[in-house]
């Protein structure tokens, strides 16, 4: 009698630490900057899992954590995310994000995400909760130098100190079974607008927008 032999991920034991002072992660084609990351993960029957990872990104701190079944009847996973004052400001110069000229952005972004799934991400929910408190500024290039090119720390030499103020927080739950993005009193408010988006998106979409404008 010839017992098979379990899968290699289902034998597999091991723990450990990765950590990196700084680092430079590519996204997109941009050279994005990672510093004082940590993380923790281990192996055990054939389950994987990430038990806190934590890094510096765009002058915020994210931090995750996951786990995935390999093998077994009941292979998946989920996953945690967190971002904690993320600076636009930082990501606009990095990415270049040109389709917002002549507006710069300033202010930051805290959210934080949870995803489950099954076999090959069937099944898959995913929701996600985020705010900004930042500030909408119009460009005022000196000789025409571009945003992206100036130096991070001299703000005066690219925008001007006058902007309008942007508020928003996004709630939505996505489904990929029936392929529906819910929105739950996701808004967007400036001074004196505001819109409010509820309902679903998808195959069978149903969505209330309540723009309200008070100088109209």
């Known amino acids: 009698l010839t017992v098979p032999s379990k899968p290699l991920l289902e034998r597999l034991t091991l723990?450990?630490?990765a950590s990196s002072k700084a680092l430079t992660v590519t996204a997109q084609g941009h050279m994005l900057p990672v510093t004082h990351l940590i993380a923790h993960y281990s192996a055990a029957g054939g389950t994987l899992?990430?038990?806190d990872l934590r890094a510096d990104v765009l002058g915020g701190e994210i931090a995750v954590q996951g786990t995935e079944k390999t093998t077994g009847r009941r292979?998946?996973?989920s996953a945690k995310a967190e971002l904690h004052g993320i600076s636009l400001g930082n990501a606009e110069r990095i990415f270049h994000a040109a389709s917002l000229e002549p507006v710069?952005?300033?202010g930051t972004l805290n959210g934080n995400a949870a995803a489950s799934w099954g076999p090959g991400f069937r099944n898959l929910q995913?929701?996600?909760d985020a705010s900004t408190a930042s500030e909408l500024i119009r460009q005022a290039h000196g000789g025409g130098k571009h945003p992206s090119a100036a130096?991070?720390?001299d703000d005066r030499?690219?925008?001007d100190n006058s902007g309008v103020p942007l508020i928003a927080q996004l709630h939505a739950l996505y489904t990929r079974q029936n392929n529906r993005l819910e929105f739950r009193n996701t808004f967007l408010q400036t001074r004196g607008t505001r819109l409010v988006i509820n309902g679903a998106a998808g195959t069978h979409s149903s969505l209330a927008l309540d723009l309200r404008?008070?100088?109209l």
């Open 151 to 153: 130096d991070p720390g």
């Open 49 to 51: 899992t990430l038990g």
């Open 213 to 215: 404008a008070n100088d």
């Open 126 to 128: 995913a929701k996600v």
């Open 104 to 106: 710069a952005v300033r």
């Open 75 to 77: 292979q998946g996973g």
């Open 157 to 159: 030499s690219t925008v």
């Open 15 to 17: 723990s450990g630490e």
